[in-house]
């Protein structure tokens, strides 16, 4: 049987190129910053301009597929996911590495069938790196196949991680305790780029061996999970339950007995649910 997705995917590769060429153009211009859920939460024109771009041209070629974007959903829209074909977008990740030209920018398109993922679209658009994965096909970056370590010894691993967007003091004094308690396992260190879609990626190409966060969103995760997992990597709820991509909490591992290890080390930071009212 052909495959029904194909199409789709080849299309978001398309359109996150479009993206990334605009992201490369107003990255030279002056910016407005707006700020969304925190002083550190930040939103520009481009975000909304890219989204709106990419909702329009899917909506068009695929008019009854459903939609869940960042920039949609921070202007009310809501954001839950169904079985039907659902494209997850987030136009610009690593929003705060924009504004400050902090060289990783991402454009990022999941897309679920039936609640699971099929493909994954991350367009580091700065380093025009185009990482892709199909279920059952494997994950590639610029034509390359992708391939997680080997690494199974914490005491061994890189991880990466980043600090989240919230200033809310007790969420903060976990984030670090966290990293204390991971740092003095001890592993060999800890590193982070500003998105969560390209820190993903870094753990599919096999120069990291893990990356866990709590308090992103399923647009974070859904292009990314996907050629983590066609890379031969696993992901896993930071409690050590399955992954849920509207937990906004994820460990995605080179293996389960990373990810275990993992998140035996990780308090849980409260979050609401992306699905949640
Ligand atoms: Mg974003």
Known sequence: MADPWQECMDYAVTLARQAGEVVREAIKNEMNVMVKS???DLVTATDQKIEKMLLSSIKEKYPSHSF???ESVAAGEKSVLTDSPTWIIDPIDGTTNFVHRFPFVAVSIGFTVNKKM???VVYSCLEDKMYTGRKGKGA???GQKLQVSKQEDITKSLLVTEFGSSRTPETVRIILSNLERLLCVPIHGIRGVGTAAINMCLVAT????AYYEMGIHCWDMAGAGIIVTEAGGVLMDVTGEPFDLMS???IAANSKT???RIAREIQV???QRDDED
């Open 248 to 250: 906004r909490r994820i």
């Open 140 to 142: 590639f970056c610029n």
């Open 68 to 70: 869940i974007g960042e």
């Open 258 to 260: 990373l990810a275990e």
């Open 269 to 271: 930071v409260p979050f």
């Open 38 to 40: 925190s002083p550190a």
């Open 118 to 120: 099929e493909f994954g």
């Open 206 to 209: 096999g120069v990291a061996d």
